[in-house]
């Protein structure tokens, strides 16, 4: 089985763009959660889908968001970059009951805005 | 807020050594206790406590929670230089709002020189 995959794997972006994440999740997983990793605040929860609806949001500003299609494809979006956003995504996915089971990481996207 | 806090920060051993690694925490509601190891790619996952499940091993790698105390740990033994990665612990919870979401410690980066 296919596990999660992400893209793009390395992106470069300016302040004030705007940048798109892709993420697939495993075939038969619906619940895709994605992460924002740094070295100093560590692994930091941006949001979870499932079945195209956003079930929790983490502490970030409206700048960030995202959406799942119905093949539970998801992505995330950030507007307005700005030189903290620089960072690892890391995109998870889970079967249904997200509590009870484990989540699966996808390799990342390598954000770096300049 | 809940929290998460993992010790010791970073930590160098020698092959063959044993290691013991720590992760505290805070939270309300909670539900599970997951470990996961990450080298320089996603985090992979090691193992999943809950309140019906608070010992579990793997080969070399144990791991208990304890519900009373609020805090879990991680051991390794026989240590070997593949070994060497940074070890997460995460916590799922309810929020506040009733949406679940893991929340991550900083991580414990482990060496383990030959």
């Known amino acids: 089985k296919a596990g999660v995959t992400q893209t793009p794997r390395y992106l470069i972006k300016t302040r004030g763009q705007q940048v798109t994440l892709s993420c697939s999740p495993i075939s038969g997983h619906r619940s895709v959660s994605w992460y924002q990793q740094t070295p100093g605040q560590g692994l930091q929860f941006l949001f979870e889908y499932f079945s195209e609806t956003q079930r929790n949001k983490g502490n970030f500003p409206g700048r960030f968001s995202g959406r799942q299609f119905s093949n539970s494809r998801s992505e995330m979006n950030v507007s307005t970059l700005e030189l903290g956003d620089s960072a690892l995504y890391l995109c998870?996915?889970?079967?249904?009951?997200?509590?009870?089971?484990?989540?699966?990481f996808g390799p990342g996207t390598r954000l770096t805005v300049l | 807020e809940d929290k998460v806090v993992q010790s010791p920060l970073s930590l160098v051993v020698h092959e063959g050594d044993t290691v013991t690694l720590n992760c505290s925490y805070e939270v309300t509601n909670f539900r599970s206790l997951l470990w996961y190891k990450q080298e320089k790619k996603a985090p992979t996952f090691l193992f999943m406590l809950?309140?019906?499940?608070i010992e579990k091993k793997s080969g070399r790698l144990s791991s208990i929670l304890d519900k009373k105390e609020l805090f879990s740990i991680l051991n390794i033994t026989a240590t070997q230089t593949g070994d060497s990665a940074v070890y997460l612990c995460a916590v799922g919870a309810y929020s506040g709002a009733g949406s679940y979401q893991l929340t991550f410690g900083k991580g414990t980066k482990l060496s383990v020189i030959p």
């Open positions: 809950t309140s019906s499940g």
């Open positions: 998870a996915s889970s079967t249904v009951d997200i509590e009870y089971n484990e989540q699966f």
